[in-house]
């Protein structure tokens, strides 16, 4: 199945001098149970994202901690030699441990691996977009990343990556990275039921920066709202496609990357993002985060 990216919901957004669909592909889910170990169907896993590149779909976003390494190494295998306007988001500052957790890594030595190891897996001379992931498992933190920004900010001037942005940051750790080197991203959590951001992503949205919200069907634990339900069933739509819909209308930057293993699944998800929404259902989804 081919569709250009003129039929992908959204259009398109650009991270820096990078164009890339709205409607975008996030690899986590490709990765074993618990995101640990590789696919229980490898077969299955190089499918989707073959088709997610055939439906023209040119945002996958991804980290080397998702195995660790599996998701990185399956995309080399699925899509490398990839084509001109396929670009790979990528993050540091986080690793694996062998319980499942997701212990911080931000050392000047630790980001330098994780950065040698991200070209490594996905066969790639310079990353396009690496995101730096602040916080830990709970959410944001506060704190100063001048550090391990500072790091990142060497890479880029050894050409070892293109574009910078952050992950998990709270506003003021935005502005901090704003403040040492252009960013072209942030990626928080964010749906219609977790609305922290919302003044963040209006003034990202003024400066041409893209937001784009992980979890945006809610994560582990979807999204269960009666309102949501109700909306969705009068469209004939998913809870999930209207929730997707909604958070293409919220704001022009935001971009989507809502992740699975499934090639049927992920057809699902493109054509029910691409509902039209009447301004009293958007009222309506409106008040799940009030």
């Not at 996958?60 to 995309?75: C, E, F, K, M, S």
């Not at 670009?87 to 911080?104: E, F, N, S």
């Not at 709202?225 to 929730?243: H, K, Q």
């Not at 958070?247 to 691409?274: D, F, K």
Request: proline share 6%; hydrophobic share 40%.
């Amino acid at each position: 199945m081919n569709t250009s990216t003129a039929s992908l919901p959204g259009g398109t957004w650009t991270l820096g001098d990078l164009t890339v669909t709205r409607f975008g592909y996030g690899a986590m889910q490709l990765a074993g149970p618990g995101v640990m170990g590789p696919p229980a169907d490898r077969e299955g896993a190089l499918a989707v994202l073959r088709e997610a590149a055939g439906l023209g779909i040119s945002h996958i976003d991804t980290a080397g901690a998702y195995g660790p390494r599996v998701t990185n190494q399956l995309i080399r295998e699925a899509l490398h030699p990839y084509s001109e306007s396929l670009h790979i988001v990528t993050k540091v500052g986080a690793v694996r441990d062998q319980q499942g957790g997701w212990p911080t890594a931000r050392q000047p030595e630790d980001l330098r691996r994780a950065v040698h190891e991200n070209l490594e897996d996905l066969g790639l001379g310079s990353l396009d977009v690496v995101n730096l992931r602040l916080g830990d498992a709970q959410g944001p933190q506060p704190g100063s990343l001048a550090e391990p920004f500072e790091t990142l900010v060497e890479l880029q001037q050894q050409g070892l990556i293109r574009h910078l942005g952050v992950s998990n940051a709270t506003a003021e750790q935005v502005a901090e990275a704003q403040a040492m080197a252009p960013i072209v991203c942030v990626q928080n959590m964010y749906n219609l039921a977790h609305r922290q951001d919302d003044e963040l992503i209006d003034e990202l949205a003024c400066q041409g920066i893209a937001y784009v919200p992980f979890f945006p069907l809610g994560g582990f634990t979807p999204l269960q709202s009666t309102t949501l339900s109700a909306v969705a069933t009068r469209l004939g739509a998913t809870p999930m496609s209207v929730a997707l819909a909604w958070l293409l209308r919220r704001s022009p930057n935001i971009l989507l990357i809502p992740g699975t293993s499934s090639v049927a699944h992920l057809r699902e998800n493109v054509a029910g993002t691409g509902l039209s929404l009447t301004d009293e259902e958007l009222a309506e989804l409106e008040k799940i985060g009030q």
